[in-house]
């Protein structure tokens, strides 16, 4: 399954944006997923992720501003962001939770939070 996201943007500081991730593939619905970031010169690290039956886990750093959610009907996972912070400006990937090495990472979506 490949996924894709979107929703990306420039946004102030403490302002919200909604990313949106599309599945293909028919399997969607059996797969944890997970919103992932990488900012500039820095690794990718895991934001928060979904399981099939809806449980979610975050990263400390998002806690209580990021929310996740997914519709399976819609072969969809959407990442809900509020209070953004100059810090979380980076391009947002989503992909399956976990992730193999042999995953396929789609272009990734960029945020930009300004000061």
């Known amino acids: 399954v490949q996924l894709q996201a979107s929703g990306g943007g420039l946004v102030q500081a403490g302002g919200s944006l909604r990313l949106s991730c599309t599945a293909s593939?028919?399997?969607?619905?059996?797969?944890?997923v997970g919103w992932y970031r990488q900012a500039p010169g820095k690794m990718r690290e895991l934001v928060a992720h979904?399981?099939?039956?809806?449980?979610?886990k975050y990263a400390d750093f998002v806690k209580g501003r990021f929310t996740i959610s997914r519709d399976n009907a819609k072969r969809s996972v959407y990442l809900q962001m509020s209070s953004l912070e100059p810090k979380d400006t980076a391009v947002y990937y989503c992909?399956?939770?976990?992730?193999?090495?042999?995953?396929?990472w789609g272009q990734g979506t960029l945020v930009t939070v300004s000061s």
């Open positions: 992909n399956l939770w976990p992730v193999a090495y042999y995953n396929y």
């Open positions: 593939g028919s399997i969607f619905s059996i797969n944890a």
């Open positions: 979904i399981t099939t039956d809806g449980i979610t």
